[in-house]
T-cell receptor, first 115, second 116 residues
């Protein structure tokens, strides 16, 4: 069985400072990993995904994540936070169920950005 | 706009009511999903349809009944719900290609359900 652990339920940064949201995964094979973002009262939007190509993945809005198999980690980073980055972020691992994808979500990290 | 549209966005229903949530995807995808998002809990996969066949039913109570009449539409029929069923219900779709994982799943904005 696969699982995802988001190590921080809440992260607060100042605008203009770096963002680090931590994620560790457990999977018995080579996983596909995603980061999704959810702004208040909105659905989930894909930030980026890793599917066994380059280990450093670049996403939208300046976010990137690095897949580290030895550490079973897929941390999300951004060099400089913006107020609009305040949202809930979910680390996700993908599996197959029959002929469809099945996502296992972490519990989420709420990012707060202060002036 | 993700290409996945959910209606209604907000729904309040009594425990004896019957209502339905509707989802429509405009992306030409062949798989559709219902997820439940409750406060302080991870998103829970409820149902998966691939090529209009149900391929996953995650031990969901029978008071939730999905329907997938075609690859673009997905319904969640609700009957005699409980207050603890109040949550955000998210619809999603993906284009599945053979037996490969890692296909991107696109989500709608959700339907907020309150059971009183």
């Amino acid at each position: 069985a696969q699982s995802v652990t988001q190590l921080d339920s809440h992260v607060s940064v100042s605008e203009g400072t770096p963002v680090l949201l931590r994620c560790n995964y457990s999977s018995s094979y080579s996983p596909s990993l995603f980061w999704y973002v959810q702004h208040p009262n909105k659905g989930l939007q894909l930030l980026l995904k890793y599917t066994s190509a380059a280990t450093l993945v670049k996403g939208i809005n300046g976010f990137e994540a690095e897949f580290k198999k030895s550490e079973t980690s897929f941390h999300l980073t951004k060099p400089s936070a913006h107020m609009s980055d305040a949202a809930e972020y979910f680390c996700v691992v993908s599996d197959l169920t029959g002929t469809a994808s099945k996502l296992t979500f972490g519990t989420g990290t709420r990012l707060q950005v202060t002036l | 706009e993700t290409g996945v549209t959910q209606t209604p966005r907000h729904l309040v229903m009594g425990m004896t009511n019957k209502k339905s949530l509707k989802c429509e995807q405009h992306l030409g995808h062949n798989a559709m999903y219902w997820y439940k998002q409750s406060a302080k809990k991870p998103l829970e996969l409820m149902f998966v349809y691939s090529l209009e066949e149900r391929v996953e039913n995650n031990s969901v109570p029978s008071r939730f009944s999905p329907e997938c009449p075609n690859s673009s539409h997905l319904f969640l029929h609700l009957h005699t719900l409980q207050p603890e069923d109040s949550a955000l219900y998210l619809c999603a779709s993906s284009q599945e290609i053979g037996q490969t994982s890692g296909n991107t799943i696109y989500f709608g904005e959700g339907s907020w359900l309150t059971v009183v």
